[in-house]
Nanobody, 120 residues
Framework: QVQLVESGGGLVQSGGSLRLSCAASGSIFRINDMGWYRQAPGKERELVATITSGGSTNYADSVKGRFTISGDNAKNMVYLQMNSLKPEDTAVYYC??????????????WGQGTQVTVSS
């Protein structure tokens, strides 16, 4: 089993910053990619940012220039630095990891989500 635990969400004013963290643990042989997705009320879950084990990143257009994803391969962690937050960034943010387990099966894992609320 693989577990993902997010932290760092909360309430912030428009223009403020938050940093999300996600720790992966369990039967991990290799983490291939990690990322952040978000889901606002009444909307589908959408990609925010991803990072490969090699450090390549990908961002949604809506967060480019404001959010930065980073990872620590040694600690199996991924971070999302969110600056210049806007009310439309309000959502539940989910950590995602594509993991090859110790029994060499690859799966897609999700955290439980952390609420980010940006007030205007």
């Amino acid at each position: 089993q693989v577990q993902l635990v997010e932290s760092g969400g909360g309430l912030v004013q428009s223009g403020g910053s938050l940093r999300l963290s996600c720790a992966a643990s369990g039967s991990i042989f290799r983490i291939n990619d990690m990322g952040w997705y978000r889901q606002a009320p009444g909307k589908e879950r959408e990609l925010v940012a991803t990072i490969t084990s090699g450090g390549s990143t990908n961002y949604a257009d809506s967060v480019k220039g404001r959010f930065t994803i980073s990872g620590d391969n040694a600690k199996n962690m991924v971070y999302l630095q969110m600056n210049s937050l806007k009310p439309e960034d309000t959502a539940v943010y989910y950590c995602n990891a594509k993991v090859t387990t110790t029994w060499h099966m690859t799966g897609n894992y999700w955290g439980q989500g952390t609420q980010v609320t940006v007030s205007s």
